[in-house]
């Protein structure tokens, strides 16, 4: 993956869906942050992790427009490699999600410039705006490499509650499973 450019120094790394709960990666600090230009949303069918290209779940994808709270990552410039090669063949595993760099507003006040996966919109595992209906259904019977779909929606439900954030549509959805 060598397309994106590592800055030099600390590499900030923007999560908003599991990344917000399992990272995965060796960082020194953790912030929440607010991302101004892309929403989280339920809009990626997952063919792996969560899913499989035959019955695909839903994941998280920052979409255009709107904000979005989340988790930033402060990983020490002696790890950013080996954390965007981590995060590389997790984000990436197909390429609907691509490597963006990003202002980060975090919550001690300071702002800083980060990496985040955002929605490729023409891949064909962008599923856009769909219905809650239609993502409960998806939900409940998929599976993938990283386990149910379900527990994915549930856990990163409960972790933006933590950090209060309520999000209607994924609170609908969570609530029907």
């Known amino acids: 993956m060598s397309a994106f450019d590592l800055p030099r120094g600390d590499l900030w790394v923007f999560g908003y869906g599991s990344l917000m709960w399992r990272p995965g990666f060796e960082h020194a600090e953790r912030q929440q942050a607010l991302l101004r230009g892309r929403h989280r949303r339920l809009c990626v069918w997952s063919w792996h992790h969560r899913g499989l290209q035959h019955a695909p779940g839903l994941v998280m994808g920052l979409d255009r427009g709107g904000s979005c709270i989340g988790a930033a990552y ?7 490699q080996a954390a965007f090669d981590y995060l590389a063949a997790r984000e990436m595993v197909t390429p609907v999600y691509v490597p963006t760099h990003v202002r980060l507003d975090l919550a001690d006040g300071g702002a800083v410039h980060g ?17 809650v209906e239609t993502a409960v259904e ?3 019977r998929a599976e993938g490499h990283s386990g149910r779909n379900v527990d994915y929606v549930r856990e990163t439900v409960a972790h933006l509650r933590e950090i209060g954030v309520r999000d209607a549509f994924m609170e609908a959805v969570a609530d029907r499973l």
Do not use: C, H, K
């Open 74 to 80: 402060r990983v020490p410039e002696e790890e950013a």
């Open 115 to 131: 990496l985040t996966f955002t929605v490729d919109r023409a891949n064909p595992q962008y599923a856009g705006r769909i219905s």
């Open 138 to 140: 998806t939900v409940r």
